[in-house]
């Protein structure tokens, strides 16, 4: 086949995605839980202060009682988070939506006047940002992707919130794609189609690769392009869906499909 362009999931194909996802969930809500108790203290010592000069009326600068994560656990806001899926079904890609608009009701309910509560919830979500970037590609990714960024034209599609010019790889992707921000998650063809569109190549002549089978490899089958799918077992594969163990395999592939004519 004559090939032009390469697409590339990116969460647990080219890095592993699992740990970074459990420390980076785990630890923006452990930060914000800590910075919001040091901040509420802050202001009620300000507060005690302000009533011992006879400067203060005696109100209560907010409504919250104890610790945030106490009363509204991490399971809490996961289930809060999917409610919200439900309720808002073209936004239900759009992860960093999700997640802000969890957590300002969150705050909310806990007592905190709205400002403080969107203030709150966009700092937490800084804070998510930069562990959701702390990834490690695999080894080979960086040289392999420079070998086929020489030969094809490329670009990442993800569902995820990693806006991968914040990474090193960012650089062999002049296309990226965030389906969420579409409000279009794989496996809707749009992402696919908007990605081709900007790298000026039929489907005919592109393959992506992805280590999902229902949304990577098989709508990016149907759009006509060659998939790869980096998946665990060795099911019968339709014709143009090619399974690997790894994305290190890939070159090797590419080679064989090149011949095929």
């Known amino acids: 086949m004559r090939l032009?362009?390469?697409?590339?999931?990116?969460?647990?194909?080219?890095?592993?995605?699992?740990?970074?996802?459990?420390?980076?969930?785990?630890?923006?809500?452990?930060?914000?839980?800590?910075?919001?108790h040091a901040w509420l203290e802050g202001r009620r010592q300000d507060r005690l202060e302000e009533r011992l000069g006879g400067h203060a009326d005696g109100a209560e600068p907010s409504g919250a009682r104890g610790r945030f994560a106490e009363r509204f656990p991490l399971a809490a806001f996961i289930e809060r988070r999917l409610r919200l899926a439900g309720a808002h079904p073209l936004r239900r890609g759009d992860f960093t939506w999700l997640r802000h608009r969890a957590l300002t009701e969150l705050l909310n309910e806990y007592g905190l006047a709205a400002e403080h509560a969107d203030?709150?919830?966009?700092?937490?979500?800084?804070?998510?940002?930069?562990?959701?970037?702390?990834?490690?590609?695999?080894e080979e990714v960086d040289e392999l992707l420079d070998e086929l960024g020489r030969r094809y034209?490329?670009?990442?599609?993800?569902?995820?919130?990693?806006?991968?010019?914040?990474?090193?790889?960012?650089?062999?992707?002049?296309?990226?794609?965030?389906?969420?921000?579409?409000?279009?998650?794989?496996?809707?063809p749009r992402p696919f189609l908007a990605a081709l569109a900007r790298l000026g190549t039929p489907p005919s002549r592109a393959l992506h690769v992805g280590d999902s089978w229902a949304e990577d490899a098989l709508p990016a089958r149907r759009l006509g392009m060659q998939a790869?799918?980096?998946?665990?077992?060795?099911?019968?594969?339709?014709?143009?869906?090619?399974?690997?163990?790894?994305?290190?395999?890939?070159?090797?592939?590419?080679?064989?499909?090149?011949?095929?004519?």
């Open 4 to 36: 032009e362009a390469i697409t590339f999931d990116l969460d647990d194909t080219l890095w592993d995605n699992g740990g970074v996802m459990r420390r980076t969930e785990e630890g923006h809500y452990a930060w914000l839980d800590a910075a919001l």
């Open 119 to 138: 203030h709150w919830a966009s700092r937490a979500m800084e804070r998510f940002m930069v562990l959701r970037h702390e990834v490690t590609p695999h």
């Open 153 to 188: 034209r490329l670009a990442s599609i993800t569902n995820g919130n990693v806006e991968i010019a914040r990474l090193a790889l960012g650089r062999h992707f002049p296309v990226a794609i965030a389906a969420g921000e579409l409000l279009a998650p794989k496996p809707d």
């Open 228 to 261: 790869v799918w980096i998946g665990p077992d060795d099911r019968d594969l339709p014709a143009g869906i090619h399974r690997l163990d790894h994305v290190r395999e890939l070159p090797t592939l590419i080679r064989w499909l090149e011949r095929q004519r």
